[in-house]
């Protein structure tokens, strides 16, 4: 019943952490208007798998393996590629804090609902086909134990309720850290992803250098231990890492973290001393009432 | 940037919708509820391959270690108390894979695994080179293209087409024996067959179902019951008393039933299309032209029309393929088709149940053209199975 729970824990937290910041950001930076389509995207990613599992099953079909790995694959690297999208829009966003104009900061984020859905829907839906097929298995083996079903529905019960406290934890930051900390936090999830998404690739056979592993720490991280569940859910850290993995993670990490925090160019604001950091009241009290 | 983003979306949506297209490579046969039952029937059953996989913290049990070629469904059980992985290996190279198998889950793992050695592993904890088991896969299919999987996919359904369509009418056969309504049951028994008769070597395939449901009295050995449609006939048209064979109409509907939950695991090949084209033609000139596959209702002409129909869709859905390699193949077929069927025509007769003449009532004659026409078409239907293997 552990290992069920902690793989429901770990798919559930791969979906809810972007969500999570992605919602606050839009919380905080007053684009409210644009959660509907956050809704919508979540409610596609939980639907299209399900119906792509139950349309499969309907025709006696399966997907082949390459096809599983490269769907979840290619949907993995297009998800980094918004995340990252939405990373150098939050720090655009960041950039107008120096104006003290909330409304100027909203015009930032000028945003399509379609984009902001979009995200949303691939953050949850990468992997919604395995966390499907997983709920399957574990329901199906309910005639002879109910276990297995539990422990996966608790795990991605804890998910949501973590991918929530995140959220409150992180719309009560100040503006500046936030942008700062969840902007890194995300690049650092993303290149975790990105990994992830080349790993499935070299699975399927479309990317070669399955078998070179840049190390390998599994008898000290074991992947099913919860810490090593946890590392995955959060981080994608896949304790035995190809070559081809830690180069993408490092080629992506590295120098999109370096663009990010680099110092922002601010036309010689009115000495915004960090002592009087801009705490936006209305913005956070809004925060409080989601 | 909304724009581009626009432009970006068109990937995983159509990646996602041409998984749902049934006919792209993506997809592989998934086990139907009858493979079970297959099973259990005890067949040496080369297409329905469930095999059962016991992956504990300690072990990786695979149930068979030498399995046909062609789809296998491996029924993985993870009875550990760990996660489980359970990989099948082609060297360095993974043919598929399951992560995630939680304790006390199973799970179905369906892969078409062509001739050559292979490597189950069992990862518990998801660690390490896992726990390995050899296998070996002898025979069946090699990798087929695009035209002959569309050549076997077509065919499939025509043969699960021609096996449903032969349920209710056998059902009914069936339901007028055990009224004891001879007549009836005599117009009845030809149309029942010609669905089977029109997909045999499908049927054959499968080893046990042939002996029980078409056995001729005169081809029993030893110790083997008789039963089947010849035994109903038989029953039907010398007077002997129908309750006696009411359980052998019981067991016929229960075996043509089976038939059609098994013809989704049928091992179907471009090759063996062709070759049953052939034995078709062959049960036409063995059986039919001679008169001693229905030596009691003498419907044999009803069998004739069926097996050349079913040689026919054959070559129609192998067309596509032969035309690449051998086109003067396909057109030597299409004329001697027609012919057959054109020399079969004025036999018809709408009025006689399964819609041709008695045939006791055709002359010696009349048999030899037949035989004649049949003899010109076999000739060539003997090159398509080699030629839909490209081996023109």
């Given at each position: 019943?552990?290992a069920n ?8 937290l791969?979906?809810t952490?972007?969500v999570s910041i ?10 409210r208007d ?10 596609v ?9 139950v ?5 006696a079909?399966?997907l082949?393996?390459?096809a599983?790995?490269?769907l979840?694959?290619t949907?993995?690297i297009?998800?980094v590629?918004?995340?990252t999208?939405?990373v150098?829009?939050m720090?655009r966003?960041?950039?107008?804090l120096?104006?003290h ?9 000028g945003?399509?609902a379609?984009a ?8 949850v839906?990468?992997?919604g086909?395995?966390t ?7 329901g199906q ?20 309720v ?6 409150r ?11 700062t900390?969840?902007g890194?936090?995300l ?6 992803v990105l990994?992830?998404g080349?790993?499935d690739l070299q699975e ?13 720490v599994s008898a000290?991280?074991?992947p ?8 995955k ?11 081809a ?10 120098p999109v973290?370096a663009?990010y925090l ?5 036309p010689?604001a ?12 209305a913005v956070?009290?809004d925060?409080?009432a989601a | 940037?909304?724009s581009?983003?626009?432009?970006l979306?068109?990937l995983?949506?159509?990646s ?6 049934s006919?792209c490579?993506?997809?592989v046969?998934a ?6 039952a297959?099973a ?8 329905a ?7 504990s913290?300690?072990?990786?049990q695979?149930a068979?270690?030498?399995l ?13 108390s ?5 990989y ?7 043919v ?7 304790p006390?889950t ?7 695994l062509t001739?050559?050695?292979y ?8 660690v390490g ?5 050899a296998?070996?896969v002898t025979?069946?299919?090699s990798q087929?293209?695009a ?6 996919d077509a ?17 009914q ?6 009224s004891?309504d001879r007549?009836?049951?005599?117009s ?9 008769e ?5 049927a054959?395939?499968f ?5 029980r449901?078409d ?6 050995e ?7 449609w ?14 006696t ?20 695991n049928a091992?179907i ?16 000139a063995t ?15 009803v ?5 050349v ?9 192998l ?11 396909v ?8 012919a ?28 030899r053209e ?6 010109a078409?076999?000739e060539?239907?003997s090159q ?7 081996q023109?």
């Amino acid at each position: 019943m552990i290992a069920n729970f902690l793989i429901g824990l770990r798919e559930g937290l791969e979906a809810t952490i972007m969500v999570s910041i992605l919602v606050a950001f839009l919380v905080k930076t007053g684009r409210r208007d644009r959660l509907g389509a956050v809704r919508w995207g979540v409610a596609v990613a939980v639907a299209l798998p399900v119906a792509i599992a139950v349309a499969l099953a309907v025709a006696a079909k399966a997907l082949t393996f390459e096809a599983q790995e490269l769907l979840g694959g290619t949907l993995s690297i297009v998800a980094v590629a918004f995340v990252t999208w939405m990373v150098f829009w939050m720090r655009r966003a960041g950039r107008s804090l120096a104006s003290h104009l909330t409304d100027k900061m909203r015009a930032a984020v000028g945003v399509s609902a379609f984009a902001v859905g979009l995200t949303a829907f691939l953050a949850v839906g990468r992997e919604g086909l395995e966390t499907v097929f997983f709920v399957y298995a574990a329901g199906q083996a309910t005639g002879q134990t109910w276990q297995p079903l539990v422990g996966a529905v608790l795990g991605l019960a804890v998910a949501v309720v973590l991918g929530w406290a995140l959220y409150r934890q992180t719309v009560k930051l100040d503006l500046r850290r936030f942008f700062t900390w969840t902007g890194a936090a995300l690049v650092v999830v993303a290149g975790g992803v990105l990994a992830y998404g080349v790993h499935d690739l070299q699975e399927a056979g479309v990317l070669p250098g399955l078998h070179s592993l840049a190390f390998d720490v599994s008898a000290q991280v074991p992947p099913s231990s919860w810490y090593g569940e946890l590392l995955k859910g959060v981080l994608n850290f896949s304790p035995a890492t190809t070559w081809a993995q830690a180069i993408a993670w490092t080629a992506y990490v590295v120098p999109v973290l370096a663009l990010y925090l680099r110092p922002q160019r601010r036309p010689a604001a009115p000495a915004a001393s960090s002592s009087e950091a801009p705490r936006l009241r209305a913005v956070r009290s809004d925060a409080h009432a989601a | 940037m909304p724009s581009r983003a626009r432009a970006l979306v068109v990937l995983p949506l159509a990646s996602l919708a041409a998984l749902s297209l049934s006919s792209c490579g993506a997809l592989v046969d998934a086990p139907s509820s009858s493979s079970s039952a297959a099973a259990s029937a005890g067949a040496s059953d080369a297409a329905a391959a469930s095999v059962a996989i016991n992956a504990s913290d300690s072990a990786c049990q695979v149930a068979k270690t030498d399995l046909p070629g062609g789809v296998t469904t491996f029924s993985i059980t993870n009875t550990g108390s760990q996660v489980t992985e359970v990989y099948v290996y082609d060297g360095d190279r993974i043919v598929t894979e399951k992560e995630n198998i939680g304790p006390g889950t199973s799970y179905d793992l369906t892969v078409d695994l062509t001739e050559g050695k292979y490597q189950v592993a069992c990862k518990p904890g998801m660690v390490g080179d896992g726990i390995r088991q050899a296998i070996a896969v002898t025979g069946g299919t090699s990798q087929l293209t695009a035209a002959e999987q569309t050549a076997v996919d077509a065919y499939r359904s025509y043969v699960q087409q021609q096996a449903d369509a032969t349920v209710p009418l056998v059902q009914q056969l069936r339901d007028a024996i055990a009224s004891g309504d001879r007549a009836k049951a005599q117009s009845l028994y030809a149309p029942s067959r010609v669905g089977w008769e029109s997909v045999e070597p499908v049927a054959e395939s499968f080893g046990d179902l042939d002996p029980r449901m078409d056995v001729r009295e005169a081809d029993l050995e030893a110790g083997q019951q008789f039963t089947g449609w010849h035994r109903l006939e038989k029953a039907l048209w010398t007077g002997e008393d129908l309750a006696t064979v009411v359980p052998v109409a019981d067991q016929l509907l229960a075996d043509v039933k089976e038939l059609s939950q098994r013809v989704p695991n049928a091992a179907i090949t471009p090759t063996s299309i062709g070759n049953g084209a052939k034995e078709l033609l062959d049960e036409v000139a063995t059986g039919k032209i001679t008169g001693e596959e229905e030596a009691f209702s003498h419907t044999d002409l009803v069998d004739f029309k069926g097996n050349v129909d079913g040689a026919q869709k054959a070559f129609e859905v192998l067309t596509p393929v032969v035309q690449a390699n051998d086109p003067k193949l396909v057109t030597e077929l299409t004329t001697q088709f027609a012919a057959v069927q054109a020399a079969l025509a004025p036999y018809a007769d709408a009025e006689v149940p399964g819609g041709y003449v008695s045939y006791d009532t055709v002359t010696a004659d009349q048999r030899r053209e037949l035989a004649r026409v049949v003899d010109a078409l076999s000739e060539p239907l003997s090159q398509l199975g080699a030629a839909a293997a490209g081996q023109a």
